[in-house]
């Protein structure tokens, strides 16, 4: 027989499990003292390795934002958001209240090239993106804009779905250039 114990947490816990508390869960990490926070010295948080360069940002004003290794943004302005590992952010481009969870990996000068990629992974240049979730490896194309918010019905597409007024961008998604949700 095996002995099962138990103790009481006093940790921090919240349940994820629909898209409200996931979304609100993720975007408290850039609270001024989150709920969990990742800088207590007391209870350290550490993650894997990526061996990744830093992050490079060109000309962007943040506000509230938590960007990880190996991005390159060259957005307008990114306001009480996440941004994942190896994100591209164009030129001109705002990112307000969205999750971008990143990219697996790079695309090269010569992967754009020789397949003819029109929609580069990340998001494109001159973008309005609120109130989003935007999954692993997506492509969003120049001029789109995502206005996610209490006004827009639940509905569900090949490449994205609503939900209580999130924009959710499924994994591996297009988004093609100048598309307005």
Avoid at 152 to 161: C, P, V
Wanted: proline residues 2%; glycine residues 8%; negative net charge.
């Amino acid at each position: 027989t095996q002995k099962t114990v138990s103790y009481q947490y006093e940790g921090y816990w919240t349940d994820i499990g629909n898209i409200d508390s996931f979304f609100d869960a993720n975007l408290g990490l850039t609270d001024d003292i989150p709920q969990f926070n990742l800088y207590d010295r007391k209870k350290r948080v550490y993650t894997h390795a990526r061996m990744l360069p830093t992050s490079k940002i060109s000309g962007t004003a943040q506000e509230k934002a938590v960007i990880a290794e190996g991005c390159i943004i060259h957005a307008a302005k990114i306001e009480r958001s996440v941004i994942g590992i190896r994100s591209r952010i164009g030129k001109e481009s705002t990112v307000i209240n969205t999750y971008m969870m990143g990219s697996d990996y790079y695309e090269s000068l010569d992967d754009i090239e020789n397949n003819k990629i029109d929609v580069l992974m990340g998001i494109g240049e001159r973008c309005f993106i609120k109130n989003a979730i935007i999954d692993k490896n997506c492509r969003i194309g120049d001029d789109v804009r995502i206005n996610g918010g209490k006004h827009l019905e639940d509905k569900e597409t090949e490449n994205y779905f609503i939900k209580d007024g999130i924009v959710v961008i499924k994994k591996e998604a297009t988004i093609p250039k100048g598309y307005v949700i």
